[in-house]
């Protein structure tokens, strides 16, 4: 029986799973990734010792699982999008990678957009622009650390990077680098005059050939075996972009159906096979894993790392204590209300977390509920999007960390006014990225029939329409928090700028 391994590398946890033909988990390992932050809006991994810690999560999963690593038959990698992994001329991680929470560049994209290239950018290359995009950040040193930019080597994402310290082969990941400004999406190639409008023309040459998510790319080498307890020779495919792989592992297959993945980032994904020209709404579109199709997302880092945070606060993990505390409380039972924006915001560049309509009546419980709301807010403004593109959609299926949440999926439904549908699979990436493997080694004879055959379970969840009035209240309320506080971040950044007059307040 094939066996296959998917390691799935997000913003805050690394995993890896071990799956057989029929997509049953046969053994899982995690390890938290810290997030280096040592200047404001800083987001950033140390590359070294992520592949460390992937050395032993794989180590991990194949002494949990008893399963011998001359029995896998492929490995896969599923990743967080975006951000920036660079290596040196002569291979080296070249300083930490940037993550695509990563705010360094807010003014230089602020510049770009008030030049109108994200307009020029867009009938190319199919993509928004901001913070976290490798242009962005490639801009951003190319200015602030030009000794850095003039050693560049290789541009490269996280899972092409943990890719080439398993193989020792270079390349850039479809599904990945399709989304970086410097793929012409329509012509299906680098275009180097896109480099050129963001100022950048020299890193063309440091761009690997790009791969396909289930192209083998290349064997596990003899150094990673022995780091790793892989079997030297085994099988790694090019993997996925970790929406991609969700999707593929939630089973989004055809317009009807969207995607809700919930962790990190709060992303809403669809699949289609074309692109859909003359909107008003400039949708993000990528190369999906499956030839002639796209996947077309609206994203933000505004999701469940909120309540981590919070439960940090307050020294308290207990998710289900938490779930209690909100059911307790009637739908919208305060006018707390939470904007969810502590690592980026889907409100205007630079706009912050934060608590507006506290009162001394107010208890822990309503700060909990308040994130949960926030959270679902923030969400509904990218899935509203995503329906403008795919009205024909009929059911939300959801993934990530809050899916576990009754109450907070209830909550989803009862604002969103969709049914929801919830796959029971622990590790979707990781479960996605065992799917590009099987395809790549030749099990499966493309991703749809990988998704048949790895079907999960689905629990359904049925909207409550006696909710939608207090939900709807609340949100308007939401909204009108943020039209009030549009511009504060620029008049506060004029102000800062300011010369000092000197006198007494």
């Not at 199919?126 to 976290?132: A, P, S």
């Not at 409100?347 to 419980?365: E, I, P, S, T, V």
């Not at 055959?453 to 909710?467: G, H, K, L, N, Y």
Request: with cysteine; proline share 5%.
């Amino acid at each position: 029986m094939p066996i296959w391994l998917g390691i799935d590398c997000g913003g805050t946890f690394l995993k890896a799973g071990l799956y057989d033909e029929t997509g049953r988990l046969l053994g899982l390992a995690r390890s938290g990734l810290p997030v280096l932050s040592d200047e404001p809006g800083w987001a950033e991994r140390d590359m070294e010792a992520l592949w460390q810690a992937t050395c032993r999560v794989i180590a991990d999963v194949l002494a949990r699982s008893g399963v011998a690593s001359a029995t896998i038959s492929g490995i896969g990698i599923s990743a967080q999008g975006k951000g920036l992994f660079l290596l040196d001329r002569e291979q080296r991680p070249l300083g930490r990678a940037m993550l695509s929470s990563d705010q360094r560049a807010l003014d230089k994209v602020r510049a770009w957009q008030r030049e109108g290239l994200p307009e020029k950018l867009y009938p190319r290359t199919l993509q928004t622009l901001w913070t976290g995009h490798p242009v962005s950040l490639l801009r951003w040193l190319k200015d602030e650390r030009p000794a850095v930019y003039e050693r560049i080597g290789s541009i490269m994402m996280a899972h092409d990077y943990l890719r080439f310290r398993l193989t020792g082969t270079l390349g850039a990941e479809i599904t990945n680098i399709s989304e970086s400004n410097l793929y012409d999406m329509r012509a299906g190639r680098y275009d180097a005059a896109l480099a050129g409008l963001c100022g950048i023309d020299e890193i063309m040459e440091a761009l690997p050939s790009p791969v396909g998510s289930a192209e083998i790319v290349g064997g596990v080498t003899i150094q990673a075996a022995a780091d790793t307890g892989l079997a030297v020779g085994t099988p790694v495919v090019g993997g996925l972009f970790d929406v991609v792989a969700t999707s593929l592992a939630a089973g989004i297959g055809d317009e009807r159906r969207l995607n809700a993945v919930l962790g990190t980032w709060s992303v809403a994904t669809g699949v289609t096979d074309h692109v859909a020209d003359g909107l008003s709404i400039p949708f993000v579109y990528g190369h999906h894993a499956e030839a002639g199709l796209y996947i077309v997302h609206d994203a933000s880092p505004t999701s469940a790392a909120n309540l981590e945070w919070l439960a940090a606060q307050f020294a308290d993990r207990d998710y289900a204590a938490m779930d209690k505390a909100v059911a307790a409380l009637p739908p919208a039972a305060s006018d707390v209300i939470f904007l969810p924006f502590l690592y980026g915001s889907n409100a205007g560049l630079g706009m912050k977390a934060g608590f507006y309509g506290l009162q001394a009546l107010h208890g822990r419980a309503h700060l909990l509920q308040a994130v949960y709301e926030g959270v679902v807010f923030s969400f509904l403004q990218h899935l509203d999007r995503l329906r403008q593109r795919f009205p024909d959609a009929e059911t939300l299926r959801v993934t990530g960390g809050p899916a576990r949440s009754e109450v907070w999926m209830q909550m989803l439904a009862d604002t969103a006014g969709l049914p929801l549908e919830l796959p029971a699979v622990e590790e979707t990436g990781c479960l996605g990225a065992a799917m590009a493997a099987a395809v790549g080694t030749g099990t499966y004879r493309d991703f749809r029939a990988a998704m048949a055959a790895f079907e999960p379970p689905i629990t359904r969840v049925e909207p409550v329409p006696s909710r939608f009035a207090p939900y709807a209240r609340k949100r308007t309320a939401y909204r009108e928090l943020i039209a009030a506080l549009a511009g504060y971040e620029e008049r506060l950044a004029t102000l800062r700028s300011a010369p000092s007059q000197g006198t007494a307040p």
